[in-house]
């Protein structure tokens, strides 16, 4: 299956602390796709990292990538009350669909 | 662009009516996405299109489930007749090309079956 699954299932951290949630994958990908979902919204695309790249950031935002152990991690630094949310990730492969698999909910203590 | 824009935003109807849900994908985007999120089952991808044509309707839970998309700026969802399970936030998503590129959902249709 395309389905990548994200752990843990829950986080609460401290603002300021620093999250970090993880995504496994069984088959072999083109890229690597990381979503938000804030509550009652629509998700939204945080980043893409392609198979071939290792680590990728943009802002607060750092990916890793592992294609021999099938496994990305994303890491937000500093974190804020607004990034209380749900994180998914999207593995892609040859197939045009997307999956998406339960999700990281990340809750922020003020 | 104003981004992918689904109707209704929410909607409550009877056990047993039929219910239409609509999507406007971003002009030029050549996939569509339809997806049900619930608590129970996560996000699930119903449906997807390219240039108008289903590719994959293996997600699309029974027969009451139709999707169509008659031209590349309108896309239905149509649930006849409706259950009390079929609640759920119902999303549309678009994307242009396939792989490389991201998705950009809708604001999502909270549908309620009473």
């Known amino acids: 299956s395309q389905q990548g699954e994200e752990d843990p299932q829950a986080l609460s951290i401290q603002e300021g602390e620093n999250a970090t949630m993880n995504c496994s994958y069984k088959?072999?990908?083109?890229?690597l796709q990381w979503y938000r979902q804030n509550s009652g919204r629509g998700l939204v695309h945080l980043i893409l990292?392609?198979?071939?790249?290792r680590e990728k950031h943009s802002g607060r935002l750092r990916v890793t990538l592992d294609t021999s152990k099938k496994s990305s991690s994303l890491l937000i630094t500093a974190s804020r009350a607004a990034d209380t949310a749900s994180y998914f990730c999207a593995p892609r492969g040859s197939a045009s669909k997307i999956i998406f698999g339960s999700g990281t909910r990340l809750s922020i203590r003020p | 662009d104003a981004g992918v824009i689904q109707s209704p935003r929410h909607e409550v109807t009877e056990m047993g009516q039929e219910v239409t849900l609509r999507c406007k994908p971003i002009s030029g985007h050549d996939y569509l996405f339809w997806y049900r999120q619930t608590m129970m089952r996560g996000l699930e991808l119903l449906i997807y299109f390219n240039n108008n044509v289903p590719i994959d309707d293996s997600g699309m839970p029974e027969d009451r489930f139709s999707a169509k998309m008659p031209n590349a700026s309108f896309s239905t969802l149509k649930i006849q007749p409706s259950e009390p399970r079929d609640s759920a936030v119902y999303f549309c998503?678009?994307?242009?090309?396939?792989?490389?590129?991201?998705?950009?959902f809708g604001q999502g249709t909270r549908l309620t079956v009473v």
């Open positions: 088959t072999s990908i083109n890229n």
């Open positions: 998503a678009s994307s242009l090309g396939q792989g490389f590129t991201e998705a950009f």
């Open positions: 990292i392609r198979s071939n790249e």
